[in-house]
Protein backbone atom coordinates (compact mmCIF):
# COMPACT_ATOMS: atom_id res chain seq x y z
CA UNK A 1 0.00 0.00 0.00
CA UNK A 2 1.59 3.58 -0.74
CA UNK A 3 2.29 5.82 1.85
CA UNK A 4 -0.27 8.58 2.76
CA UNK A 5 0.75 11.68 1.67
CA UNK A 6 1.51 14.34 4.48
CA UNK A 7 3.09 17.62 4.90
CA UNK A 8 3.10 20.19 7.60
CA UNK A 9 1.91 23.88 7.32
CA UNK A 10 3.96 25.29 10.52
CA UNK A 11 3.19 22.71 13.35
CA UNK A 12 -0.25 21.84 11.68
CA UNK A 13 -0.20 18.20 10.10
CA UNK A 14 -2.07 17.88 6.81
CA UNK A 15 -2.68 15.77 3.63
CA UNK A 16 -4.56 12.53 2.80
CA UNK A 17 -6.97 10.81 5.59
CA UNK A 18 -7.04 14.22 7.95
CA UNK A 19 -9.82 17.33 7.91
CA UNK A 20 -9.38 19.79 5.23
CA UNK A 21 -7.85 22.72 6.96
CA UNK A 22 -8.78 26.24 6.37
CA UNK A 23 -6.48 29.32 6.17
CA UNK A 24 -8.09 32.62 6.35
CA UNK A 25 -6.84 35.41 4.56
CA UNK A 26 -5.87 39.06 5.61
CA UNK A 27 -4.59 41.76 4.01
CA UNK A 28 -2.70 44.88 4.64
CA UNK A 29 -2.82 46.24 0.93
CA UNK A 30 -5.37 48.57 0.31
CA UNK A 31 -4.87 47.61 -3.25
CA UNK A 32 -6.28 44.33 -2.87
CA UNK A 33 -8.98 43.43 -5.07
CA UNK A 34 -11.36 42.42 -2.26
CA UNK A 35 -11.61 44.95 -0.07
CA UNK A 36 -13.58 42.83 2.15
CA UNK A 37 -9.98 40.97 3.45
CA UNK A 38 -8.32 44.42 3.99
CA UNK A 39 -6.77 45.08 7.81
CA UNK A 40 -6.49 48.69 8.07
CA UNK A 41 -4.19 47.98 11.03
CA UNK A 42 -2.14 45.98 13.99
CA UNK A 43 -5.25 45.93 15.73
CA UNK A 44 -7.69 45.34 13.19
CA UNK A 45 -5.57 42.60 11.51
CA UNK A 46 -5.22 40.60 14.67
CA UNK A 47 -9.03 41.21 15.91
CA UNK A 48 -9.99 39.44 12.16
CA UNK A 49 -7.74 36.55 13.01
CA UNK A 50 -9.36 36.06 15.87
CA UNK A 51 -13.28 36.25 14.07
CA UNK A 52 -11.73 33.74 11.60
CA UNK A 53 -9.93 31.49 14.24
CA UNK A 54 -13.54 31.24 16.24
CA UNK A 55 -15.22 30.37 12.69
CA UNK A 56 -13.03 27.06 11.84
CA UNK A 57 -9.86 28.71 10.89
CA UNK A 58 -6.50 26.56 10.94
CA UNK A 59 -4.43 28.73 10.02
CA UNK A 60 -4.13 32.47 8.89
CA UNK A 61 -2.35 33.95 6.05
CA UNK A 62 -1.23 37.71 6.11
CA UNK A 63 0.03 39.38 2.81
CA UNK A 64 1.34 43.10 2.67
CA UNK A 65 1.70 43.78 -1.51
CA UNK A 66 -1.26 42.52 -3.91
CA UNK A 67 -0.35 39.57 -5.98
CA UNK A 68 -2.94 39.73 -8.48
CA UNK A 69 -1.33 39.79 -12.02
CA UNK A 70 -3.70 42.20 -13.21
CA UNK A 71 -3.65 45.10 -10.41
CA UNK A 72 0.00 46.97 -10.35
CA UNK A 73 0.57 46.22 -6.60
CA UNK A 74 4.34 46.15 -6.06
CA UNK A 75 5.74 48.15 -3.16
CA UNK A 76 8.88 48.99 -2.23
CA UNK A 77 10.37 46.35 0.32
CA UNK A 78 10.18 48.91 3.35
CA UNK A 79 6.71 49.47 2.97
CA UNK A 80 6.33 45.54 3.32
CA UNK A 81 8.04 45.29 5.90
CA UNK A 82 6.36 47.87 7.57
CA UNK A 83 2.77 46.36 6.95
CA UNK A 84 3.80 43.07 7.85
CA UNK A 85 6.06 42.72 10.33
CA UNK A 86 3.67 44.16 13.30
CA UNK A 87 0.16 42.48 12.31
CA UNK A 88 2.14 38.88 12.08
CA UNK A 89 3.63 39.58 15.29
CA UNK A 90 0.50 40.74 16.75
CA UNK A 91 -1.30 38.06 15.40
CA UNK A 92 1.02 35.05 16.84
CA UNK A 93 0.83 36.91 20.36
CA UNK A 94 -3.08 37.09 20.25
CA UNK A 95 -3.68 33.97 19.16
CA UNK A 96 -3.01 29.52 19.17
CA UNK A 97 -3.31 29.60 14.76
CA UNK A 98 -0.45 29.12 12.59
CA UNK A 99 0.27 32.08 10.89
CA UNK A 100 1.91 31.97 7.04
CA UNK A 101 3.23 35.36 5.57
CA UNK A 102 2.84 35.58 1.86
CA UNK A 103 5.69 37.29 0.75
CA UNK A 104 8.35 36.24 -2.21
CA UNK A 105 11.26 38.37 -0.96
CA UNK A 106 14.12 36.54 0.95
CA UNK A 107 14.48 39.48 3.64
CA UNK A 108 11.01 39.63 3.95
CA UNK A 109 10.49 35.71 4.74
CA UNK A 110 13.71 35.70 7.07
CA UNK A 111 12.27 38.74 9.16
CA UNK A 112 8.56 37.27 9.49
CA UNK A 113 9.50 34.11 10.40
CA UNK A 114 11.96 35.45 13.11
CA UNK A 115 8.82 37.43 15.06
CA UNK A 116 6.73 34.30 14.73
CA UNK A 117 5.36 33.37 11.32
CA UNK A 118 6.08 29.44 10.42
CA UNK A 119 5.57 29.41 6.98
CA UNK A 120 5.96 31.44 3.83
CA UNK A 121 3.46 31.35 0.87
CA UNK A 122 5.97 32.32 -1.96
CA UNK A 123 3.53 32.87 -5.12
CA UNK A 124 7.07 32.79 -7.11
CA UNK A 125 7.35 29.53 -6.72
CA UNK A 126 11.08 30.17 -4.91
CA UNK A 127 12.28 32.25 -7.37
CA UNK A 128 14.81 34.12 -4.67
CA UNK A 129 17.14 31.90 -3.43
CA UNK A 130 17.36 33.87 -0.42
CA UNK A 131 13.70 33.28 0.70
CA UNK A 132 14.71 29.82 0.70
CA UNK A 133 17.48 30.01 2.15
CA UNK A 134 15.52 31.77 4.98
CA UNK A 135 13.11 29.13 4.86
CA UNK A 136 15.06 25.89 5.58
CA UNK A 137 17.31 27.43 8.06
CA UNK A 138 14.78 28.33 10.41
CA UNK A 139 12.83 24.41 9.84
CA UNK A 140 10.04 26.17 8.58
CA UNK A 141 7.40 24.99 5.70
CA UNK A 142 6.64 26.86 2.50
CA UNK A 143 4.14 27.14 0.05
CA UNK A 144 5.25 26.74 -3.21
CA UNK A 145 3.04 28.02 -6.51
CA UNK A 146 4.30 26.96 -9.96
CA UNK A 147 7.72 28.68 -11.05
CA UNK A 148 6.64 31.71 -13.63
CA UNK A 149 8.29 31.36 -17.38
CA UNK A 150 7.15 31.26 -20.74
CA UNK A 151 4.45 28.62 -21.82
CA UNK A 152 6.02 25.37 -23.30
CA UNK A 153 4.02 25.26 -27.00
CA UNK A 154 4.19 21.49 -26.59
CA UNK A 155 2.32 21.12 -23.23
CA UNK A 156 -1.09 22.00 -22.10
CA UNK A 157 -2.08 24.20 -18.96
CA UNK A 158 -1.97 20.94 -16.63
CA UNK A 159 1.39 19.44 -18.04
CA UNK A 160 3.01 22.89 -17.29
CA UNK A 161 1.50 23.98 -13.91
CA UNK A 162 2.87 19.92 -13.14
CA UNK A 163 6.15 21.21 -14.63
CA UNK A 164 6.41 24.16 -12.75
CA UNK A 165 5.70 22.81 -9.49
CA UNK A 166 8.46 20.27 -9.77
CA UNK A 167 11.20 22.95 -10.65
CA UNK A 168 9.72 24.72 -7.70
CA UNK A 169 9.80 21.72 -5.56
CA UNK A 170 13.23 20.91 -6.82
CA UNK A 171 14.70 24.33 -5.85
CA UNK A 172 13.48 24.03 -2.62
CA UNK A 173 14.67 20.89 -1.86
CA UNK A 174 18.29 21.94 -3.27
CA UNK A 175 18.04 25.01 -0.99
CA UNK A 176 17.73 22.11 2.33
CA UNK A 177 13.83 22.29 2.38
CA UNK A 178 12.48 18.90 4.40
CA UNK A 179 10.03 17.82 1.94
CA UNK A 180 7.41 17.33 4.41
CA UNK A 181 7.03 21.08 5.09
CA UNK A 182 6.73 21.59 1.26
CA UNK A 183 2.58 22.78 0.26
CA UNK A 184 2.34 23.27 -3.38
CA UNK A 185 -0.43 25.45 -4.69
CA UNK A 186 -1.43 25.37 -8.65
CA UNK A 187 -1.43 29.18 -9.13
CA UNK A 188 -5.27 29.50 -9.92
CA UNK A 189 -5.43 33.58 -11.05
CA UNK A 190 -1.75 33.62 -12.10
CA UNK A 191 -1.34 32.69 -15.09
CA UNK A 192 -1.92 34.93 -18.22
CA UNK A 193 0.34 33.39 -20.39
CA UNK A 194 -1.26 31.06 -21.76
CA UNK A 195 -2.45 29.83 -25.52
CA UNK A 196 -5.60 29.65 -23.80
CA UNK A 197 -8.07 32.11 -22.27
CA UNK A 198 -5.49 32.72 -18.84
CA UNK A 199 -9.77 31.79 -17.16
CA UNK A 200 -10.54 28.02 -19.31
CA UNK A 201 -6.51 27.86 -18.27
CA UNK A 202 -7.87 28.16 -14.22
CA UNK A 203 -10.94 25.90 -15.52
CA UNK A 204 -8.62 22.81 -16.47
CA UNK A 205 -6.37 23.38 -13.64
CA UNK A 206 -8.98 23.12 -10.51
CA UNK A 207 -11.10 20.35 -12.75
CA UNK A 208 -7.53 18.20 -13.03
CA UNK A 209 -6.55 19.03 -9.58
CA UNK A 210 -6.46 15.54 -8.75
CA UNK A 211 -3.50 15.38 -11.53
CA UNK A 212 -0.75 17.07 -9.05
CA UNK A 213 -1.36 14.56 -6.67
CA UNK A 214 1.37 12.34 -7.80
CA UNK A 215 3.51 15.18 -7.02
CA UNK A 216 3.58 13.57 -3.40
CA UNK A 217 2.67 17.10 -1.97
CA UNK A 218 0.04 18.21 -0.35
CA UNK A 219 -2.30 20.41 -2.28
CA UNK A 220 -3.19 23.95 -1.38
CA UNK A 221 -5.84 26.05 -2.84
CA UNK A 222 -6.67 29.79 -3.36
CA UNK A 223 -9.99 30.30 -5.72
CA UNK A 224 -11.64 32.70 -2.97
CA UNK A 225 -13.54 35.75 -5.17
CA UNK A 226 -10.79 34.95 -8.01
CA UNK A 227 -11.40 36.65 -11.62
CA UNK A 228 -12.22 33.36 -12.99
CA UNK A 229 -15.74 33.22 -11.15
CA UNK A 230 -16.44 36.48 -12.84
CA UNK A 231 -15.85 35.32 -16.23
CA UNK A 232 -17.96 32.20 -15.12
CA UNK A 233 -20.88 33.56 -13.78
CA UNK A 234 -21.09 37.91 -14.87
CA UNK A 235 -20.20 38.54 -11.00
CA UNK A 236 -17.23 41.26 -11.67
CA UNK A 237 -17.14 42.69 -8.16
CA UNK A 238 -15.48 40.28 -5.74
CA UNK A 239 -17.97 41.11 -3.49
CA UNK A 240 -20.45 38.83 -5.40
CA UNK A 241 -18.41 35.89 -5.70
CA UNK A 242 -19.19 34.33 -2.71
CA UNK A 243 -21.07 31.19 -4.43
CA UNK A 244 -18.80 30.28 -6.75
CA UNK A 245 -15.75 30.48 -4.74
CA UNK A 246 -18.10 27.83 -2.48
CA UNK A 247 -18.47 25.99 -5.75
CA UNK A 248 -14.66 26.06 -6.93
CA UNK A 249 -13.32 25.17 -3.04
CA UNK A 250 -15.67 21.97 -2.84
CA UNK A 251 -14.02 20.87 -6.48
CA UNK A 252 -11.27 21.35 -5.22
CA UNK A 253 -12.10 19.35 -1.75
CA UNK A 254 -13.38 16.62 -4.03
CA UNK A 255 -10.21 16.24 -6.35
CA UNK A 256 -7.76 16.27 -3.52
CA UNK A 257 -7.20 19.21 -2.00
CA UNK A 258 -5.71 19.31 1.75
CA UNK A 259 -6.34 23.05 2.36
CA UNK A 260 -8.46 25.62 1.06
CA UNK A 261 -7.94 29.43 1.59
CA UNK A 262 -10.59 31.16 1.87
CA UNK A 263 -11.74 34.92 2.29
CA UNK A 264 -15.07 33.80 4.08
CA UNK A 265 -13.94 31.03 6.56
CA UNK A 266 -17.43 30.35 8.42
CA UNK A 267 -19.39 29.30 4.79
CA UNK A 268 -16.31 27.61 3.53
CA UNK A 269 -15.54 25.76 7.00
CA UNK A 270 -19.21 24.59 6.53
CA UNK A 271 -18.94 23.87 3.12
CA UNK A 272 -15.61 21.77 3.44
CA UNK A 273 -17.19 19.78 6.50
CA UNK A 274 -20.39 19.00 4.39
CA UNK A 275 -17.88 18.15 1.07
CA UNK A 276 -15.78 15.78 3.50
CA UNK A 277 -18.69 13.85 4.56
CA UNK A 278 -20.61 13.41 1.45
CA UNK A 279 -17.51 11.92 0.25
CA UNK A 280 -17.13 9.32 3.18
CA UNK A 281 -14.11 11.18 5.14
CA UNK A 282 -14.45 12.71 8.55
CA UNK A 283 -17.13 12.85 10.83
CA UNK A 284 -20.48 14.69 12.58
CA UNK A 285 -19.11 18.09 13.42
CA UNK A 286 -20.08 19.24 16.72
CA UNK A 287 -23.40 21.17 16.21
CA UNK A 288 -26.05 19.36 17.59
CA UNK A 289 -29.53 19.16 16.69
Same mark, same amino acid.
Request: with cysteine; hydrophobic share 45%.
Given at each position: ? @? ?15 ? !??RISGVINLSPESFYK? /? ?6 ? @? ?10 ? =? ?5 ? $???? @? ?8 ? #???? #?? &?????? +?????? #????? =? ?6 ? =? ?8 ? $?????? %? ?5 ? &?? $? ?9 ? &? !??? %? ?20 ? $???? +? ?23 ? #? ?30 ? &? ?24 ? /? ?9 TVQAVRVTERLLGRG? @? ?5
Amino acid at each position: M @AARIRGYLGRLQLGEGL !PVRISGVINLSPESFYKG /SVATGVDD @ASRCAGIMIDAG =ADAIDVG $AMST @APYLNGMISE #EAEM #ER &LLPAIK +AICEDH #EAVVT =ADTQRGSV =AEAVLRVGAS $AINDVS %GGSDSGL &LG $AVAERGASIIL &L !PRP %GPPSGKQGPVESTITRLKEAIG $AALD +AGIKPSNIVIDPGIGFFRDQSMPWY #ERDVEVLANLGSMIALGRPIYIGVSRKSFIAK &LTGAEDPSDRLGGSIAAAVMAVAKGA /SMVRAHDVFETVQAVRVTERLLGRGS @AGAVKE
